[in-house]
């Protein structure tokens, strides 16, 4: 149980454009979902925290109209990179928190060309 | 605000040793810690869940100890194989808090 999906697993983007990304748990509910994103050789870093039906909270630093997320029912919450430019291009990462515990998905590969 | 630091950066041994990754951070006001595996491109891999209440935990050839008063933890690999070698993250969450707060990672690898 408690599986965590993302979609795409990857994908390339010119510069410019938007890209939405998916976190859906599978198998439970999850009010709270987590969005990070992880640059080559670095820790994961928190962009903002998504409640289900509410406004997220985004992190110091984090351009919330840049990266916007909608958390429209129990089990998906949406990551749309805004106008992508090649610096957006990271490994994105999110995950459900169910009983005191995250569940990570398998993460999101984005390169802006 | 909370830091969490790993040492080493990155270690090499030999197949079959025994090995020991720490993690440190600054608030010891933990709610619980988390030991994950994430292999190259890929996502995290749960390892140990330790509650704040808790000493340590065991899963197979790892164990997990925590030292909350010095805000200390070890992750301890029995007789190392080769795919063990990934990087290793530890994370902790703070009390009224459900946020993670990631260390910086170790990247291991056994050497054949």
């Known amino acids: 149980g408690a599986v965590v999906s993302q979609h795409p697993s990857w994908v390339i983007c010119k510069s410019g454009t938007s890209v939405k990304i998916e976190c859906r748990s599978l198998?439970?509910?999850?009010?709270?979902m987590f969005w990070y994103r992880q640059f080559p050789k670095q820790s994961l870093m928190l962009m903002a925290t998504?409640?289900?039906?509410?406004?997220?909270?985004?992190e110091q630093g984090v351009e919330k109209d840049k990266f916007l997320i909608n958390h429209a029912s129990l089990t998906l919450s949406t990551l749309t990179v805004t106008s992508a430019h090649p610096e957006d291009s990271s490994f994105y990462i999110c995950?459900?928190?169910?009983?005191?515990?995250?569940?990570f998905g398998p993460g999101t590969r984005l390169t802006v060309t | 605000k909370q830091e969490v630091t790993q040492i080493p950066a990155a270690l090499s041994v030999p197949e079959g040793e025994n090995l020991v990754l720490n993690c440190s951070f600054t608030?010891?006001?933990?709610?619980?810690l988390q030991w994950f595996r994430q292999d190259p491109g890929k996502g995290l891999t749960s390892l140990l869940l330790?509650?704040?209440?808790?000493r340590e935990q065991t899963s197979g050839r790892l164990n997990a100890s925590l030292d909350k008063s010095s805000g200390r933890s070890t992750l301890y690999i029995a007789a190392s194989q080769p795919g063990d070698s990934a990087t290793y993250l530890c994370?902790?969450?703070?009390?009224?808090?459900?946020?993670?707060?990631f260390g910086t990672g170790t990247r291991l690898t056994i050497i054949p």
């Open positions: 995950s459900a928190y169910r009983v005191d515990e995250q569940y």
């Open positions: 198998d439970f509910q999850a009010t709270t």
């Open positions: 998504s409640n289900e039906g509410s406004k997220a909270t985004y």
């Open positions: 608030d010891s006001a933990i709610y619980n």
């Open positions: 330790i509650q704040s209440s808790q």
């Open positions: 994370a902790v969450t703070n009390f009224g808090n459900e946020k993670l707060t």
